[in-house]
């Protein structure tokens, strides 16, 4: 069976070579799909994308008439499928539930502690032979209450660790988990996370019910000096509302591993161009901001998760059987 394999990066490359069964032909494109670059999956079967390609009704029905029947997805999230517009043309996705939740939980956690005690600074200030504290004091995790929004897989590795750190858990979900509530976390409703977590970070999908969930009222009701950490999707985040409160002091850290327009900045090396996102350039200057590329999940041990799971998702479909990881069937 022929995949073409959009945005492939040599890591993807390296995955797929090493896991994927003989009989699926991945021909890897660099290139984001969207409806200029469909035309280049003519003569496969079958497309494998990732979080930034564009699968709107659109291009879902260029594949179609292209003749693709399968969309595998190498990424847990699907917030950039139009679901219903796959099930009309009858193309089936499937995705990969669940690679690594360790992998983006840790990150997360590293980007607390980067934030809280100032590594980014301290890296540079000793290269420099500046061995002066000033400007990189820092505050005990321990005992701390951190806010989780979403407790499924990633958040609930999140809040292994931060137990670890004697942190106290503050979650809301739509569903409960069992599991946090063992750990020792509370569930509350979303008013009261936000007025008393030191720390808040995000890990539910992005829906239209959770686009923009931070704006500037919910900014508005956090503590002040609040640290807000976003490994989940960008849109969660209205972007405007949190550059506000940073200026205004309301939000005291803020680490970012997702934007909401990183289609056009991530996963490339944009080094020697001009970025034209002046939204994303002004976050850029505060020095209490971190953001990181998108590489939450960029792991070994997830890598090669990802390229097992997806090959399976694939030879499934080529077999006319099921994984259990299809959106659509
Ligand atoms: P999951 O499905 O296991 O958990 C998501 C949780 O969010 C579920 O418990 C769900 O009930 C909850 N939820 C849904 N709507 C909610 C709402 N309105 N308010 C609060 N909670 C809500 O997913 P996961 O594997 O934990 O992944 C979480 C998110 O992390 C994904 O949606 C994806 O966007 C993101 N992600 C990012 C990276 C990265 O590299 N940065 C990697 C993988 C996943």
Partial sequence: MKVAVYSAKQYDQDGF???????LQFQYL?????????????????????????LNEQVLRQLSELGIEMVALRCAGFNNVDIAAAKELGIRIARVPAYSPEAVAEHTVGMILCLNRKLHKAYNRVRDDNFALDGLLGFNLFGKTVGLIGTGRIGLATARILRGFGCELLCHDTTLSNTILELGGRYVPLADLYAQSDIISLHCPLTPDTRHMINHYSIGSMKDGVMLINTSRGALIDTKAVISGLK??????????????????????????????????????????????????????????????????????????????????
């Fill in 17 to 23: 070579s090493r896991w994927a069964d003989t009989s």
């Fill in 30 to 54: 660099d290139t984001r799909l969207t409806a200029d670059s469909v035309k280049l999956a003519a003569g496969c079967h079958a497309i494998c994308v990732f979080v930034n390609d564009e």
């Fill in 248 to 329: 205004n002091r309301k939000i005291g850290y803020l680490g970012l591993d997702v934007y909401e327009q990183e289609a056009d900045l991530f996963f490339e090396n944009l080094s020697d161009q001009m970025i034209d996102d002046d939204i994303f350039q002004r976050l850029l200057t505060f020095p209490n901001v971190l953001i990181t590329g998108h590489q939450a999940f960029f792991t070994k041990e997830a890598l090669q998760e990802i390229s097992q799971i997806t090959s399976d998702n694939l030879l499934a479909f080529a077999s006319n059987t099921e994984t259990g990881n299809e959106l659509v069937n």
